[in-house]
T-cell receptor
Framework: AQSVTQLDSHVSVSEGTPVLLRCNYS??????LFWYVQHPNKGLQLLLK??????LVKGINGFEAEFKKSETSFHLTKPSAHMSDAAEYFC?????????FGAGTTVTVRA | NAGVTQTPKFQVLKTGQSMTLQCAQD?????MSWYRQDPGMGLRLIHY???????DQGEVPNGYNVSRSTTEDFPLRLLSAAPSQTSVYFC???????????????FGAGSRLTVL
């Protein structure tokens, strides 16, 4: 069975400061891992994905994530937050036809 | 290119009523799925399909029915609506599913359902 734990339900940052969203996973196989973003009243959009290639994955809008097998983590970072980054972020794991979503982390960006 | 289209966007039902949420994609995707989103719980998989004529249950299938008669359409049926089914429903599709790394979902805009 697979599962995802997002360690922070809410993160608040100032514009221009780094963003860190933490995700731990469990999986019986070599998983695929994803981060999705959901802006208010919108569908979900893929930020980045890890599928057993490079452990440091770069995504859209300046986000990146590092896969650490020894720590079973897939944390999402961005060096400098922008007001448009205010949204809900979901970490997702998949090792078969089913995906498991984390509970989500809401990001607030202060001017 | 419309992507994944869900209808209706909003629906209010009374307990015991039935209805169908429609999902259509025009990308020739093999894999389609339905999720429900509830506050603090992320998205939970209801049913999925890996191709026309093939469906399977996800994490929370009870009270829902699906069929996949064509590649394009994957409707979700609520057989007898209950207040616990009040949620936002998302349909998502993918070109294929496997170990090739092509497992990227395209999501619809969502359907907000309220059951009174």
């Amino acid at each position: 069975a697979q599962s995802v734990t997002q360690l922070d339900s809410h993160v608040s940052v100032s514009e221009g400061t780094p963003v860190l969203l933490r995700c731990n996973y469990s999986s019986s196989y070599s998983p695929s891992l994803f981060w999705y973003v959901q802006h208010p009243n919108k569908g979900l959009q893929l930020l980045l994905k890890y599928t057993s290639a490079a452990t440091l994955v770069k995504g859209i809008n300046g986000f990146e994530a590092e896969f650490k097998k020894s720590e079973t983590s897939f944390h999402l970072t961005k060096p400098s937050a922008h007001m448009s980054d205010a949204a809900e972020y979901f970490c997702v794991v998949s090792d078969d036809y089913k995906l498991s979503f984390g509970a989500g982390t809401t990001v607030t960006v202060r001017a | 290119n419309a992507g994944v289209t869900q209808t209706p966007k909003f629906q209010v039902l009374k307990t015991g009523q039935s209805m169908t949420l429609q999902c259509a994609q025009d990308m020739n995707h093999e894999y389609m799925s339905w999720y429900r989103q509830d506050p603090g719980m992320g998205l939970r998989l209801i049913h999925y399909s890996v191709g026309a004529g093939i469906t399977d249950q996800g994490e929370v299938p009870n009270g829902y029915n699906v069929s996949r008669s064509t590649t394009e359409d994957f409707p979700l049926r609520l057989l007898s609506a209950a207040p616990s089914q009040t949620s936002v429903y998302f349909c998502a599709s993918s070109y294929r599913w496997g170990n090739s790394g092509a497992n990227v979902l395209t999501f619809g805009a969502g359907s907000r359902l309220t059951v009174l």
